[in-house]
């Protein structure tokens, strides 16, 4: 079973940017979708971003698309989130996720993510 652990969260100006990471265990993180979720107080929890096993295809939420860029280091076993232009809206947990089964693409549901980290606080003061 793979573990995740986030990391990079903080306090930032509206404007400001921040780089997330995410290290995961085991020998298969090469072999799996990775994405990142985040829940806003009060609100369900929100897709941001996925990225295919190789790297090569990636998938953003409609939330902060083109403000975000999702990358992943199988080498490392990390997976990163850089966001830029941070707005209030933007406050919440961020997660990152893996899937049960190798095959799932960058565009399966939420539902497909059985396992996540514990998360990061992201606070962005206006």
């Known amino acids: 079973q793979i573990q995740l652990v986030e990391s990079g969260g903080g306090l930032v100006q509206t404007g400001g940017s921040l780089r997330l990471s995410c290290a995961a265990s085991?020998?298969?993180?090469?072999?799996?979708?990775m994405a990142w979720f985040r829940r806003a107080p009060g609100k369900e929890r929100e897709f941001v971003a996925s990225?295919?096993?190789?790297?090569?295809?990636?998938y953003y939420g409609d939330s902060m698309n083109g403000r975000v860029t999702i990358s992943r280091d199988n080498a490392k076993n990390t997976l990163a989130l850089q966001m830029l232009s941070l707005e209030p809206e933007d406050t919440a947990v961020y997660y990152c996720?893996?899937?049960?089964?190798?095959?799932?693409?960058?565009?399966?549901?939420?539902?497909?993510?059985?396992?996540w980290g514990q998360g990061t606080q992201v606070t962005v003061s206006s």
């Open positions: 996720a893996a899937p049960q089964y190798p095959g799932t693409t960058v565009l399966d549901p939420i539902d497909t993510y059985p396992y």
């Open positions: 085991g020998d298969d993180f090469g072999s799996y979708t």
């Open positions: 990225i295919s096993w190789s790297g090569g295809s990636t």
